[in-house]
Nanobody
Framework: QVQLRESGGGLVQPGGSLRLSCAAS????????MGWYRQAPGKERELVAT???????NYANSAKGRFTISRDNAKNTVYLQMNSLKPEDAAVYCC???????????????WGQGTLVTVSS
């Protein structure tokens, strides 16, 4: 069983910064792509950014230039540095990871419970 635990959400003023963390724990062979998604009230969940185990990244247009995703493979942790936050960035941010339970097995998907980001003055 793999679990993801997010942290780092909170209240920040417009223009401010937050750093989210998501740590994977449990029994697995490897953690592959990790990513951040967000869901604002009344809206569908959307991709924010992903990062492969190689370090290759992908960003939503709304995140480009303001957010940076990174990971520490030794700690099985992914980070999301969010700068120049806007009110429209307010949402529950969830972490997702693709992992292999055993070598040669297909990737499985696991989600964290989310952390709330509020952007308000």
């Amino acid at each position: 069983q793999v679990q993801l635990r997010e942290s780092g959400g909170g209240l920040v003023q417009p223009g401010g910064s937050l750093r989210l963390s998501c740590a994977a724990s449990g029994r697995f062979f490897s953690i592959n792509t990790m990513g951040w998604y967000r869901q604002a009230p009344g809206k569908e969940r959307e991709l924010v950014a992903t990062i492969a185990s190689s370090g290759s990244t992908n960003y939503a247009n709304s995140a480009k230039g303001r957010f940076t995703i990174s990971r520490d493979n030794a700690k099985n942790t992914v980070y999301l540095q969010m700068n120049s936050l806007k009110p429209e960035d307010a949402a529950v941010y969830c972490c997702k990871a693709l992992f292999k339970r055993f070598i040669g097995y297909p990737d499985l998907e696991v989600w964290g419970q989310g952390t709330l980001v509020t952007v308000s003055s």
